[in-house]
T-cell receptor
């Protein structure tokens, strides 16, 4: 199966809190797992990506945790800010890069001031 | 260095008309990908092209949809005899080679009336 399941569908956090979005996949051939941020009316922009040879990757306030055995990965946004309010998509690809990405359905994040 | 350019940004077509969506990849990028995003959904892969070649069109509907990426000029996604169900945002992405990040354009929002 090519599906990537994402949860929650929507998330509201207070400024300064931690936002956590989870994704699960079934296809063990996936070997590239990016997260995208999308603002209304804009295209998706790559936030951070991980490959299965590491369990965690951190870039600034954004961290991906990856559990290969459980086939799950998650995005943590530390010290969430109102400017982080957007829709976040997880994705996966079997080809090591951005060819033929399979996207989750998205999480609409709202960070209240 | 300009990003991925898509035009038009918005397109309204009556049922039965043809829609042509154009995508100019980033300078130096020879790989182009088209995705479709339905309301409240993630992006769905449609087709992967290199200059003058279709590499993977497994996500393209069998009828009415076609794509090309000529030696000169932008990539074109063509939808013939549009129906209401074709209303969606269509995103193009490009990358310099395989196995790397793809950069998305801002999309073309097609409305079929």
């Amino acid at each position: 199966q090519q599906q990537v399941k994402q949860s929650p569908q929507s998330l509201i956090v207070q400024k300064g809190g931690i936002s956590i979005i989870n994704c699960a996949y079934e296809n063990t051939a996936f070997d590239y797992f990016p997260w995208y941020q999308q603002f209304p009316g804009k295209g998706p922009a790559l936030l951070i990506a991980i490959r299965p040879d590491v369990s965690e990757k951190k870039e600034g306030r954004f961290t991906i945790s990856f559990n290969k055995s459980a086939k799950q990965f998650s995005l943590h946004i530390m010290d969430s800010q109102p400017g982080d309010s957007a829709t976040y998509f997880c994705a996966a690809s079997p080809q090591g890069g951005s060819e033929k990405l399979v996207f989750g359905k998205g999480t609409k994040l709202t960070v209240n001031p | 260095n300009a990003g991925v350019m898509q035009n038009p940004r918005h397109l309204v077509r009556r049922r039965g008309q043809e829609a042509r969506l154009r995508c100019s990849p980033m300078k130096g990028h020879s790989h182009v990908y088209w995705y479709r995003q339905l309301p409240e959904e993630g992006l769905k892969f449609m087709v992967y092209l290199q200059k003058e070649n279709i590499i993977d069109e497994s996500g393209m509907p069998k009828e009415r949809f076609s794509a090309e990426f000529p030696k000169e000029g932008p990539s074109i996604l063509r939808i013939q005899q549009v129906v209401r169900g074709d209303s969606a945002a269509y995103f193009c992405a490009s990358s310099p080679w395989t196995g790397t990040e793809a950069f998305f354009g801002q999309g073309t929002r097609l409305t079929v009336v």
